[in-house]
């Protein structure tokens, strides 16, 4: 590992777990997602200049069992039957790879897979823009919003990964995740 510790890549990845324990709930989440068997570090949302994102198959083969590995997820959880709950993590990148870009947490409830997604995205999108000096009203839709971004040409692309469920009666735990796992070369 490098000892500056500046990311090179990263992967998306997002799970559910269901179980009658809340604790049993999460680990089935990570699970799902792949990152059950690592040490996992929380980091703040900086998606770093020049990484590049890869796909979950080919940034599983770079971990190994027990590592420390450096994530930004978002987590829910409830058992509270019926209710719809949301994981996301969203995702904007600078045009100048030289610069920075920014990831979001953000988790919900009675959210939709989608709603969720597209807050996350608006929201690392949003704390970009403000970063790049790209002015926009809080008020206007994602779109507006959308289109004004790639007017100014500054960002480059955006995208989340979102993980919902909806909790069955029964008072099971459902707990979703959603996470950007950091890789070094």
């Given amino acids: 590992m490098p000892t ?11 799970g559910v777990g269901i179980h009658r324990e809340k604790l049993q709930s999460f680990e089935l989440a990570l699970r799902d997602a792949g990152i059950a068997a690592l040490n996992l570090v929380s980091v703040s949302s900086i998606y770093p200049p020049g990484c590049k994102i890869i796909s979950r198959r080919r940034g599983e083969n770079e971990l190994e069992a027990g590592q420390i590995a450096f994530v930004v997820m978002s987590r829910a959880e409830t058992n ?20 920075y870009g920014y990831l979001s947490e953000h988790h919900s409830f009675g959210q939709t897979a989608k709603e969720a997604g597209d807050y996350a995205e608006d929201l690392a999108a949003s704390m970009l823009a403000s970063t790049l000096g790209v002015e926009f009203d809080e008020d206007q839709s994602w779109d507006e919003k959308r289109q004004l ?14 993980q919902s469920a909806v909790v069955k009666p029964g008072g099971k735990w459902t707990t979703v995740v959603a996470a950007a796992v950091l890789l070094f070369d």
């Fill in 80 to 99: 509270e039957a019926h209710r719809m709950i949301a994981a996301s993590i969203g995702v904007a990148i600078p045009r100048d790879k030289r610069m």
């Fill in 149 to 162: 971004w790639r007017i100014s040409g500054k960002i480059v692309t955006t995208r989340n990964i979102t």
């Fill in 4 to 14: 500056n510790l500046v990311p090179t890549k990263l992967y998306l990845t997002r």
